[in-house]
């Protein structure tokens, strides 16, 4: 059974820093394209930056400069490490493995960002 849990989430103020993290199960991150996404409120949800199995990395425009996407295979953990952060990143953060079609998602963790 695959499964994907963030954790580090939390209320920060602006321009501070958080580290999320996604531990998977059942799969190996080295073998899947790694994502982080968000969802604020009332918004749909939007890819924040990917990790893929090539090993080649993006980010979105909104959070280039800031955010850094990393993987250790050996511990089969992703992270999302977000610096300056502002209040319009306040948003449930969900991590998702994909590979030939098929993805798994964990179930977020929340980040606010009071200003």
């Known amino acids: 059974q695959v499964q994907l849990v963030e954790s580090g989430g939390g209320l920060v103020q602006a321009g501070g820093s958080l580290r999320l993290s996604c531990v998977a199960s059942?799969?190996?991150?080295?073998?899947?394209?790694m994502s982080w996404y968000r969802q604020a409120p009332g918004k749909q949800r939007e890819l924040v930056s990917t990790f893929t199995r090539g090993g080649s990395t993006d980010l979105a425009d909104s959070v280039k400069g800031r955010f850094t996407i990393s993987r250790d295979n050996a511990t089969n953990t992703l992270y999302l490490q977000m610096n300056s952060l502002k209040p319009e990143d306040t948003a449930n953060y969900y991590c998702?493995?994909?590979?030939?079609?098929?993805?798994?998602w964990g179930k977020g963790t929340l980040v606010t960002v009071s200003s």
């Open positions: 059942g799969i190996s991150t080295s073998d899947y394209t």
């Open positions: 998702k493995a994909s590979r030939y079609g098929v993805s798994y």
